[in-house]
């Protein structure tokens, strides 16, 4: 006789993801495109890490084929892994960040970045985007590991970075011999130079290119947050990249750094605090992105407010704009920006990505919205819509769920039950 395995609660005690050649997921509530109303009681057919089939009603086992895999999720609420296009997985904001840098080796580094992608996976987010690493080589090689199955984390879309000297995204708050250790080589000065820097990026395999158009809170100097990079550089940077298949991510706080960062033909906008009238007729434009990092916001002004480790530098230019990133955000989002989810995690800690969503409810967003963002947006912006964002016959299986219905209430995002990627089981 043919016999089939049950999945059941008793997964959660296994140390090791769990993979079968078919699965059957029995969905009470199946959102399989974000946008789209949710089904009831479907089964999704996984073969080989990719979905198979969705099929109405609850099928046996042996409907999808010898030994299937049953997982009952009968009660929960299931739809695509959520994606966050903006972390910094080697780090985490603190008071003892300094210390940190000097005391801790790249190895060490390394470990911790581990131990920070599996926190963001189990909390349901199965894609990111990187976006700046005191050592990509070894982002780099974090993202190559996973991808390979050597380690439990995240699809790792990883940024190269490049900046302006004195810039946001350069070195700074150390002694000059250490700005010196410490300074990339792909901290630039001029287009041609922007150019070589951008070329060198992608020549060590950086994803995409994260670029610092304006200031930046957490720069330990009173450089502000208006535009750093000039127009010429901002050009030379995107124009690069393009022409090496990579799309560019610019951070931006000052209306003016997001309007040369979009004219110069950039992605995805970062942050995007003090975007005006004009950024708006830009995005709708061109298309770009904005990845409104409200939790990164939040998390600042709150420091600023209660700690004493930030600088009196760092701490002016937290609560300002931490103080008016949610009534920018929601100005941008009820004009029809496209948005992107992503946090910024690293400002905030690890495996808490989901209180973003919770940010952007505030501001005004709708579930089904926020849901897209971190969705199909997400996918479209890395260019996976062909294989993420929604569950559909062919896509890879990403999949997680809830106890009850993200769309009734956000907040249950906070609490996922269930996260399946590439096929694998790792929580249940």
């Given at each position: 006789m043919k016999k089939y395995k049950l999945l059941t609660l008793a997964l959660a005690s296994l140390s090791m993801p769990v993979l079968a050649d078919t699965q059957v997921i029995h969905a009470g509530t199946l959102l399989t495109v974000p946008g789209e109303k949710p089904l009831k009681e479907q089964s999704v057919i996984i073969k080989d890490g990719r979905i198979e089939a969705v099929k109405a009603g609850f099928i046996s086992a042996s409907e999808a084929g010898q030994d299937a895999t049953l997982i009952d999720l009968k009660d929960s609420f299931v739809m695509p892994g959520l994606m966050d296009m903006h972390v910094h997985l080697q780090g985490e904001l603190g008071p003892h960040n300094d210390s940190e840098r000097l005391r801790m080796s790249d190895a060490d580094v390394a470990m911790q970045s581990a131990h920070f992608a599996k926190k963001t996976l189990l909390a349901g987010f199965t894609t990111v985007r990187d976006l700046g690493a005191q050592s990509p080589q070894h982002i780099y090689a974090l993202r190559d590991a996973i991808a390979k199955g050597w380690l439990d984390g995240p699809r790792i879309v990883a940024s190269g970075g490049v900046a302006v000297t004195g810039g946001h995204g350069d070195v700074d708050g150390m002694r000059h011999d250490l700005l010196e250790k410490y300074t990339s080589k792909t901290i630039c000065d001029g287009p041609f130079d922007c150019r070589r820097a951008t070329r060198r990026a992608i020549k060590f395999n950086a994803d995409v290119i994260k670029i610092t158009s304006t200031g930046g809170v957490l720069s330990d100097t009173n450089t502000g947050t208006g535009q750093q990079m000039a127009d010429d550089e901002l050009k030379e940077v995107?124009?690069?990249?393009?022409?090496?298949?990579r799309k560019v991510a610019s951070h931006a706080h000052a209306a003016e750094g997001i309007n040369a960062a979009l004219r110069a033909g950039v992605d995805s906008i970062e942050h995007g605090s003090y975007a005006d009238k004009e950024s708006i007729k830009l995005f709708r434009k061109t298309g770009a992105y904005l990845v409104p990092t409200l939790l990164a916001g939040d998390t600042v002004k709150q420091m600023a407010e209660k700690s004493n480790f930030m600088s009196d530098a760092i701490k002016a230019k937290a609560v300002r704009v931490g103080g008016d990133?949610?009534?920018?955000?929601?100005?941008?989002?009820?004009?029809?920006?496209?948005?992107?989810?992503?946090?910024?995690?690293?400002?905030?800690?690890?495996?808490?990505?989901?209180?973003?969503?919770?940010?952007?409810?505030?501001?005004g967003m709708t579930?089904?919205?926020?849901?897209?963002?971190?969705?199909?947006?997400?996918?479209?912006?890395?260019?996976?819509?062909?294989d993420l964002g929604t569950l559909e016959a062919g896509k890879i299986a990403d999949i997680i769920a809830t106890g009850g219905s993200p769309l009734s209430d956000i907040k249950e995002l906070l609490d996922v039950d269930f996260v399946m990627k590439d096929g694998k089981v790792y929580k249940h």
């Open positions: 995107v124009e690069s990249a393009h022409a090496l298949g990133m949610m009534t920018n955000f929601a100005r941008s989002y009820n004009a029809g920006v496209k948005i992107a989810f992503g946090t910024d995690s690293g400002v905030s800690r690890h495996g808490i990505n989901a209180q973003e969503a919770v940010l952007m409810a505030q501001a579930p089904m919205d926020v849901l897209e963002s971190a969705t199909i947006n997400a996918a479209d912006l890395i260019d996976r819509s062909s």
